[in-house]
T-cell receptor, first 117, second 113 residues
């Protein structure tokens, strides 16, 4: 069964450093998402991406965050200057369709645990 | 006002019993509703989706939707210890034309042998 692949599985970084989280979405999917989950809290939407641009972003997704699809397969989340409160699990997801087409749900990757020290 | 609400639990049921998980949502125009299962330290795994009022059954799982009451539930029949996990309710809101999902806090289910 096709799956969304995320690397690394665990990243430890010092406060103020830049990190890039990588995702390989399912190959025929067109819509891509990043979510995060702080330990013990709910899964929170960060950003959606379609046709090489951001289609929606949350209040969490401020200027220190950026996303990119540098080639035909990878989808990355960059955090420019990490803060302690960025420590969380970051999940990538992809779907064939967006909006109401997402009615079938979408598949999450296994996640990257980011620890900022 | 919280957008998607779930009782955090834990909900404890004996093996073989029916587990009933509930979720309410605030956006009356929400379009689709999802139940995800999340084991500790793992990613959410889609169990079921529902978008029409009524019941939808898939194996041991039944999702129930009542849009008038803004309520969605998940029933797990013949609960097994392997069903012990956190169950996340997620909603596709009216405002989203991009597939953004709003998640509840999740309900922790413990199935005791």
């Amino acid at each position: 069964e096709p799956e969304v692949t995320q690397t690394p599985s665990h990243q430890v970084t010092q406060m103020g450093q830049e990190v890039i989280l990588r995702c390989v979405p399912i190959s025929n999917h067109l819509y891509f998402y990043w979510y995060r989950q702080i330990l013990g809290q709910k899964v929170e939407f960060l950003v959606s991406f379609y046709n090489n641009e951001i289609s929606e972003k949350s209040e969490i997704f401020d200027d220190q965050f950026s996303v990119e699809r540098p080639d035909g397969s990878n989808f990355t989340l960059k955090i420019r200057s990490t803060k302690l409160e960025d420590s969380a699990m970051y999940f990538c997801a992809s779907s064939e369709a967006g909006g109401t087409g997402t009615g079938y749900g979408y598949t999450f990757g296994s996640g990257t645990r980011l620890t900022v020290v | 006002q919280k957008e998607v609400e779930q009782n955090s639990g834990p909900l404890s049921v004996p093996e073989g019993a029916i587990a009933s998980l509930n979720c309410t949502y605030s956006d009356r125009g929400s379009q689709s509703f999802f139940w995800y299962r999340q084991y500790s330290g793992k990613s959410p795994e889609l169990i079921m989706f529902i978008y029409s009022n009524g019941d939808k059954e898939d194996g041991r799982f039944t999702a129930q939707l009542n849009k008038a009451s803004q309520y969605v539930s998940l029933l797990i029949r013949d609960s097994q210890p392997s069903d012990s996990a956190t169950y996340l309710c997620a909603v596709l809101p009216t405002s989203s034309n991009t597939g953004k999902l709003i998640f509840g806090q999740g309900t922790t289910l413990q199935v005791k042998p």
